[in-house]
C-alpha cells in the first residue's frame, strides 16, 4: 500500500459483467403498510422465477406480546406445496427480512405464489401499495418482482415485500491490456473490487492483502487502496486483471439478516486506475471502463455463510466479452486507512483420522481463516472441506447454522487436469473452526492440507502472566478470540454471524486495547457507526446494517458512546471526541427521548446470556436503564472534556433522572437491594447501579454486601450474570473492599466460569456461559480481561494518553507474582512485581513523558517519572 497519498482524480468507469436474469436475485424491499393475516385466512404473492430458486425472503411483523403463529409455504402456480415452515414468536427472527423459506434443492424456473397463512394470532406482512415503476435492466441489479398480492386467494393491490434468491452466478474476473515504455519511474493502481477484489499485473497479486474492501454502509462509503505496482510493470504489453468476489455487497444465499436482500446489493462492480509516470515525466492512466473485458472466474458459487467452490476448468471454458460500464454504487469514496486483513500463519494438523470417506484434521485451536490443501487426481474429481468448531460423538465435523440456508461452512474444489497437482485456498471467504472435514468425490488424493490463520494486520501492544495459570489464560483468551473476530469490522463470530455487534465490541474494548492497537480499525467502525445511522440519529445493534435491527437498545449500540471515550483514554487525542461529538449528541439525545420518564421501556437484549438463559429473567428493563444511565454519563464527560459545559450539565442532569427512576423502581428498602418483584435478586440489577454510580450514598453499603452475600451463599462463589454485568462484576467487587471474592469468581473451575474452559484446552472463549453455547469463538465474555491488567497486572492509565497512571497491584495469597506491559502513545510501559509475605518487588519503566504512582497498602505513594525503576519494600 502507498501511504500519504493524496485523493485519487478519477478518471475510471465502475464496471461489471452482464449477469443473465435467470441468476440475479428478485427482490421488493420497501413497503408503506403492513397486510395483516389472521387464523383460517392467508396472504400472498405471485412471483415469476426466470431462473431456479433456492431460497425466498419475507418482511414479517408481529404484534409484540402477543402469542402468534402461521405457517409460510412456497407453491406452484397450481398450488402444489413445494416447502413449508412454521412462522412464530422466537429470540431472533422478528426483524426486516428476518424470515426465509430455504428449499432443500432448488425449483426451476416458473410461476410460483408465496402464501402465509394464519394459524394463532395476527401476523403482518409488509406490502407496497402501487409497485415502484421498472426501470431499465442495468445487468447487475436485482429484478422487480412482477406478480400480485393475494388474500384468501384473491388478488388486491401492491406487491408484498419479499426477496427471491435464486442459483447466482459465478464471480466475475475482468482484464485489459496496455504499453508501457522503457524507463516508467513510478507506477500506482487504485482500485476496488465489491464486494471483494484481489488484483495483478502481468499475473502477479499486487498485495497480500485480503477480503478487501472492509465491510461498509456502501451506498454511503466505499474504501479503496492504492499501491505501488512499479516493479509489477515491464517494457512492452502489460496486463491488468482483477478477480471479484461477492462479500456483503453482493452478498447470497438467505439468511436471517438479508444480508442479501439489501438497497445496494449488485452483482460484483469493479473501480480500478493504475497511473505511470514515464522516463520523460508524462502521467498515463489505464481506467477500467467499457473498453475492458469480462467472464467467469473460477469461483463458481460464492454463498456468505456457505462457502466457495472452486472450479478452474469452468474458468479456462468461459468466454470473455466487453464488460458492462454501469452507475456508480452510490458511496463516497475514501482512501482506506484501517490495516488490512493477511495470511498471518500456516498451521498443520495436530492430528488428522480417517473417518469413512472423510478425513478430518484437527488444528489443534479455533481459529479464523480457511484451508490450503494440494491435490491431485482426475479432471471432475472434487475435493470437499467442511469447517467446524466441533466434532459429533462419532467423531465428524460438526457446524449447523439456523440463521442462514444451505450447508454452513463448505468450500469445494473442482479439479481440472488429470494428473495434475494443484494447490487451492478459497479466496472470497472466511471461516471459524478448529476441525476440516475433507471428503474426496471421484479419483483423487488430498497430498497435503494447512489451516491458513487471517488476522488483521494491527500492531501488537500488551502482555500480561500472573502467578494464577487461569487469569492468565482469560486475558490472553480475550486476545486471541478478538483477533478472531476482527475482520474489516468486530464480529460476534466467524462461524455463524460476521456480523459487527455493537455491544459484544464496547464491553471488550478495554481489554483489547491493551494487547493492539485499534486507532484506526476502531476509527474506521466508528465512521461505519455515522453511516448506519437513521433519520433520529439512532445507531442499529449491528453496524454495518442491511437495516437489520434497527429499534434502539442502550445496552448494544452504546458502542457510538463509550467507543470514542474508550480511545480518547487510551491515546488522548482530543480529535476523536472531536469527530464524534455531534453522533454522539444526536444519538444520546434520541435515547433520552425515548425513556421519558427515565426508564426504558422499550426491547433490549439486556444482560444477554446469564447462566442458563438467553433472556435475563428480570428482563431487559434493568440493564437497558442502567446502560442508558452509562451512556449519558460518558456523554457528559465528553462534553466536558470538549467544554461544552451546558451539554455536560444537561447529561449529567438526565443520567440522575434516570438513576432515580431505576431505584424508586427496583429498590427493595427489606433487603437494601435492587430486586425484580417477579424474579426476585439478580446480581446485575445491583453490579450496573454499584458500577456506574447511581446509587443514593446512605444505600450503596448495604447493596454491595448484599452482592457479596449473594456470591458468597446463593451462588458459592460464582458469577450468576450474563455479558453486560459480567464486564463489571470484577472491578465492582473490588472497588467496595472484596477484591478477594473478585478473585475467586474469576478464578473458578466449573461452570459458570472461565477456568472450565480453560481446563478443557480450549484457547478462546465460548460465546456464553452454558455447555451448550454455540459459538466457541466468541470474544464479548472476555471483557473482565481489563479489570485483570488493571488489578492483577497493577496497570491503571489515570489521565488520557497515559499521562499519568497507578501501579496499584491487588493483595491475594493466591496471586504471587505478575507481569504486564504496554507500549501506550508515550512509550513502554512495564510493571513486574512480586510479593512474598508482606515484602515487595517491583520493577516499572515509566516513559519520559508520562508519571507512574505506585500505591501498595502499608506504604507512602511513590511518584515514578521516565526512566526504569526498582522498589523494595
Known amino acids: 500500500m502507498v501511504a500519504g497519498e493524496p485523493p485519487v482524480e478519477w478518471s475510471a468507469q465502475w464496471i461489471g459483467k452482464r449477469t443473465d436474469p435467470a441468476r440475479r436475485i428478485l427482490q421488493s424491499l420497501t413497503s408503506d403498510h403492513v397486510a395483516w393475516v389472521e387464523p383460517a385466512h392467508w396472504v400472498g404473492q405471485t412471483f415469476t422465477a426466470p431462473g431456479p430458486v433456492m431460497a425466498v425472503g419475507v418482511d414479517l411483523v408481529g404484534e409484540p406480546g402477543t402469542e402468534m403463529r402461521g405457517m409460510l409455504e412456497l407453491c406452484r402456480g397450481d398450488g402444489t406445496v413445494l416447502a413449508g415452515q412454521v412462522v412464530e414468536q422466537g429470540a431472533f427472527r422478528w426483524d426486516r427480512f428476518a424470515h426465509f423459506l430455504d428449499l432443500p434443492d432448488p425449483v426451476g424456473a416458473g410461476e410460483y405464489i408465496l402464501r402465509l397463512r394464519g394459524e394463532k394470532g395476527r401476523i403482518g406482512w409488509r406490502t407496497l401499495s402501487v409497485p415502484d415503476p421498472a426501470g431499465s435492466d442495468d445487468g447487475v441489479s436485482p429484478l422487480p418482482v412482477l406478480g400480485t398480492a393475494m388474500r384468501d386467494g384473491n388478488p388486491e393491490p401492491g406487491v408484498r415485500a419479499i426477496g427471491v434468491e435464486t442459483v447466482p452466478a459465478p464471480d466475475p474476473v475482468f482484464r485489459t491490456s496496455f504499453v508501457a515504455p522503457e524507463g516508467v519511474r513510478e507506477a500506482r493502481l487504485s482500485a476496488v473490487g465489491l464486494g471483494y477484489g484481489e488484483f495483478f499485473v502481468n499475473g502477479r497479486a499486487v498485495t497480500e492483502d485480503v477480503l478487501e474492501p472492509a465491510q461498509t454502509t456502501y451506498d454511503r462509503t466505499i474504501l479503496y487502496r492504492t499501491y505501488d505496482v512499479t516493479p509489477l510493470l515491464r517494457a512492452g504489453e502489460n496486463t491488468l486483471s482483477a478477480e471479484l468476489g461477492r462479500g456483503f455487497h453482493s452478498a447470497r444465499g438467505a439468511n436471517t439478516w438479508a444480508w442479501n436482500f439489501v438497497r445496494w446489493h449488485r452483482e460484483p462492480v469493479l473501480l480500478a486506475q493504475l497511473e505511470y509516470v514515464d522516463g520523460a515525466g508524462e502521467r498515463h492512466v489505464v481506467a477500467s471502463g467499457a473498453n475492458w473485458e469480462a467472464a467467469d472466474g473460477a469461483a463458481t458459487a460464492d454463498l456468505l455463510y456457505t462457502g466457495e467452490t472452486t472450479d478452474p476448468g469452468h474458468a479456462r471454458r468461459a468466454a470473455w466479452e466487453p464488460a458492462l460500464a454501469v452507475a456508480p454504487p452510490g458511496g463516497v469514496l475514501r482512501r482506506a486507512t484501517a490495516p488490512p486483513v493477511r495470511r498471518t500463519e500456516l498451521l498443520s494438523p495436530v492430528s488428522s483420522t480417517a473417518l469413512g470417506q472423510q478425513a478430518v484434521h484437527d488444528f489443534g485451536e479455533v481459529l479464523a481463516g480457511r484451508i490450503r490443501l494440494t491435490a491431485v487426481g482426475d479432471a471432475g ?117 460476521k456480523n459487527g455487534w ?241 478473585v475467586t469468581v474469576a478464578t473458578r473451575r466449573d461452570r459458570p466460569g472461565w477456568g472450565v474452559w480453560r481446563d478443557a484446552g480450549a484457547a478462546t472463549l465460548m460465546e456464553s456461559w452454558d455447555e451448550t453455547a454455540r459459538s466457541h469463538n466468541h470474544y464479548f465474555l472476555g471483557a473482565a480481561a481489563a479489570w485483570i491488567q488493571q488489578a492483577v497486572g497493577g496497570l491503571r492509565a489515570t489521565s488520557p494518553g497515559w499521562a499519568t497512571f497507578d501501579v496499584a497491584p491487588i493483595v491475594d495469597d493466591r496471586i504471587g507474582w505478575a507481569r504486564i506491559t504496554h507500549t501506550s502513545v508515550r512509550g513502554r510501559i512495564e510493571v513486574a512485581w512480586r510479593r512474598s509475605g508482606g515484602d515487595w518487588e517491583l520493577t516499572v519503566e515509566v516513559p519520559d513523558t508520562a508519571t507512574a504512582t505506585v500505591r501498595l497498602p502499608g506504604h507512602a505513594d511513590a511518584a515514578l517519572q521516565g526512566g526504569r525503576h526498582r522498589l523494595l519494600g
Not at 501488537?460 to 486475558?475: P, S
Not at 476502531?522 to 449491528?542: C, E, N, S, T, Y
Open 381 to 497: 474429481a472434487q475435493v470437499i472441506v467442511r469447517y467446524a468448531e466441533g466434532r459429533r460423538p462419532d467423531g465428524s465435523v460438526r457446524c449447523e447454522n439456523i440463521l442462514a440456508a444451505g450447508e454452513a461452512q463448505v468450500d469445494r474444489l473442482v479439479l481440472a487436469d488429470t494428473g495434475e497437482e494443484i494447490t487451492w485456498e478459497p479466496r472470497f471467504s472466511y471461516k471459524g473452526f478448529r476441525y476440516a472435514g475433507v471428503e474426496v468425490l471421484g479419483s483423487a488424493t488430498v497430498t497435503s492440507i494447512h489451516a491458513v490463520r487471517l488476522e488483521t494486520a494491527v500492531s501488537r501492544v500488551g502482555e500480561f502472566e500472573c502467578a494464577d495459570e487461569t487469569l492468565t489464560w482469560i486475558d490472553r483468551a480475550t486476545a486471541r478470540t478478538f483477533l478472531n473476530n476482527l475482520h474489516g469490522v468486530p464480529t460476534d463470530t466467524p462461524v455463524y454471524e
Open 502 to 742: 455493537t455491544a459484544d465490541a464496547h464491553l471488550a474494548t478495554e481489554a483489547v486495547l491493551h494487547h493492539v492497537d485499534l486507532r484506526e480499525s476502531f476509527g474506521k467502525w466508528l465512521d461505519d457507526h455515522v453511516d448506519a445511522r437513521d433519520g433520529h440519529g439512532m445507531v442499529p445493534q449491528i453496524v454495518p446494517t442491511p437495516d437489520w435491527g434497527r429499534a434502539a437498545d442502550p445496552a448494544w449500540s452504546a458502542s457510538m458512546v463509550l467507543i470514542p471515550w474508550y480511545l480518547y483514554r487510551e491515546y488522548g487525542d482530543r480529535a476523536i471526541l472531536e469527530r464524534y461529538a455531534a453522533p454522539i449528541r444526536t444519538y444520546t439525545d434520541r435515547l433520552l427521548d425515548l425513556a421519558p420518564d427515565g426508564l426504558w421501556p422499550h426491547h433490549s437484549w439486556g444482560d444477554w446470556l446469564s447462566p442458563g438463559h438467553l433472556f435475563a429473567p428480570e428482563g431487559p428493563m434493568p440493564t437497558a436503564t442502567m446502560m442508558l444511565h452509562h451512556v449519558a454519563c460518558r456523554a457528559a464527560d465528553i462534553h466536558g472534556e470538549l467544554g461544552e459545559a451546558s451539554d455536560a450539565r444537561r447529561y449529567r442532569a438526565a443520567a440522575d433522572t434516570v438513576a432515580a427512576a431505576y431505584h424508586r423502581r427496583f429498590f427493595d428498602a427489606a433487603t437494601g437491594t435492587y430486586r425484580d418483584p417477579d424474579v426476585g435478586y439478580r446480581q446485575a440489577m445491583n453490579v450496573l447501579p454499584l458500577a456506574f454510580g447511581a446509587i443514593p450514598a446512605d444505600h450503596v453499603t448495604a447493596v454491595a454486601e448484599g452482592l457479596f452475600a449473594d456470591i458468597e451463599h446463593r451462588t458459592s462463589g460464582h458469577l450468576d450474570c450474563g455479558a453486560v454485568a459480567a464486564k463489571h462484576l470484577l472491578p465492582v467487587l473490588a472497588a467496595h473492599g472484596r477484591p478477594d471474592l473478585a
